[in-house]
């Protein structure tokens, strides 16, 4: 009888030690509950201490404690706090789903809404996609680019008109200034209509004829085609509309990188850096065996001379957009969004800084409220359905935060974040939100998805 009571105390004292000192390992993933999405830093603490882990890129997360019970505490901005009690050391990852909600963040509203998939297939890709008034026209591939497909769809999902047999390598869709869409080989373009539930494909055009007519028009408005050239280094845009029925140009407007401008001004001898004068070209090649030391240089040239355009003189970004009768300019150098009437006259601008990094506080605020890090992207959006504009910020872990700017004040009003990391051609109609996205693994295939943006 003592012999067994002693064991029984034995016993209670080691279980005691090792509950107080052993190492409980704790692993698993977090998962939005509506889009299966990975969840990326999301805060996972030990109740009543004050040290945890967030998750990573893939939504996983990795702790230890060192007893049990123990209740773990999920907090994510945008989604629901959730707790989860461990009783006993896990055997395998806890997976977590976390719920969305909406709520008024620094005058910001984020919002998390549930995701369509428009078209998905196992055996098809997404190549390339354009919204249409009545439907969405896919560019589709099985497997190879020989085997490229159209396919249009009404917005509900249904299947309109397929053309099966495309010409040559098909490698995407253009949208030209008149709203007229091509499929683009790598020589010839294709212009696509739709007649009596079939789609037909135009006789070929040479690409390199087409793009010197239409490359550098951008919007149709008012009997109008509007167009923008660069000039001087590509620091300046000229804009200018051609009058379909009698021809007559007129430059309205010019934006200027100013700032670059004045230094280079001020600065000649920087001209250097993009001087290709004394350099040598193809034409300088004679057939000998030396030629192939003056084609390392030539290469290595031209890879400088791209490098120096664009670290220290980047093309101006300044997208032109038709809003209503009106039209509308992000002019991006001057920090402005500048208004023209159907007459081309400036009737209006205001003042913009969510593009410029000295304003990088204000944007944290906005945009960073899901991950650490941000990236403002080249990117204007305007939805003609609602006549909003927005712009795009790349967080670290590839995600895109979508944001609305407000075109009476120029702020930034409300962000939308993409869960899926490192999306392709983000398109915006009647507050709903386009994007094609792959997914991990070398045997997914590119989807078409959906998200509600209002």
Not at 137 to 162: C, M, P, V
Request: charged letters at 20%.
């Amino acid at each position: 009888m003592k012999i067994t009571s002693l064991f029984i105390c034995v016993w209670i004292l080691i279980y005691y030690s090792y509950g107080q000192n052993a190492e409980i390992k704790i692993r698993g993933t977090v998962n939005d509950i509506n889009t299966n999405a990975p969840l990326v830093n999301v805060n996972i603490k030990l109740k009543d201490k004050n040290f945890g882990a967030i998750t990573n890129d893939l939504g996983q997360y990795y702790l230890i404690s060192n007893k049990l019970p123990v209740t773990l505490v999920f907090t994510h901005v945008g989604y629901e706090t959730q707790e989860y009690t461990v009783d006993f050391e896990p055997l395998q990852p806890i997976s977590i789903k976390m719920h969305p909600k909406s709520e008024l963040l620094k005058g910001v509203v984020i919002t998390t809404e549930k995701i369509d998939t428009v078209y998905k297939d196992r055996h098809y890709s997404v190549m390339d996609y354009e919204l249409l008034p009545d439907g969405i026209l896919l560019l589709i591939y099985r497997y190879t680019l020989n085997r490229s497909e159209l396919l249009l769809k009404d917005y509900n999902g249904n299947d309109i008109a397929s053309l099966s047999t495309l010409p040559g390598k098909p490698l995407r869709l253009f949208r030209d200034c008149q709203d007229d869409i091509h499929v683009f080989t790598k020589n010839k373009s294709y212009q696509i209509y739709f007649e009596k539930q079939r789609l037909i494909l135009y006789p070929a055009i040479d690409i390199e004829s087409f793009m010197q007519v239409m490359q550098y028009c951008e919007v149709l408005n008012n009997g109008k085609l509007y167009y923008h050239e660069t000039g001087y280094l590509d620091l300046i845009n000229i804009y200018y509309s051609i009058d379909t029925a009698n021809q007559k140009q007129v430059n309205f407007y010019a934006v200027l990188d100013q700032e670059k401008l004045d230094f280079l001004a001020y600065n000649p001898e920087n001209l250097s850096l993009l001087n290709t004068t004394f350099t040598p070209s193809l034409n300088d090649l004679r057939g000998l065996a030396s030629d192939g030391a003056l084609l390392s240089q030539i290469r290595n040239m031209e890879i400088e001379l791209r490098f120096n355009q664009m670290a220290y003189f980047p093309e101006i970004y300044a997208p032109m957009f038709k809003l209503g009768d009106s039209i509308i300019i992000f002019n991006h150098p001057n920090s402005s969004i500048d208004f023209f009437d159907e007459m081309d006259s400036l009737i209006g601008s205001i003042s913009i800084n969510y593009h410029s990094v000295k304003n990088k506080e204000y944007i944290q605020n906005i945009v960073s409220s899901f991950t650490r890090n941000y990236q403002w992207q080249k990117e204007v959006f305007l939805d003609q359905g609602t006549k909003k504009a927005y712009t795009s910020f790349l967080n670290l872990n590839g995600t895109k935060n979508i944001v609305e700017i407000d075109l009476q004040t120029g702020k930034l009003i409300k962000s939308i974040k993409i869960p899926f990391p490192y999306t392709q051609k983000i398109q915006l109609q009647n507050g709903f939100m386009y994007y094609i996205y792959k997914g991990w693994g070398e045997s997914q295939k590119k989807k078409l998805f959906r998200q509600k943006i209002e």
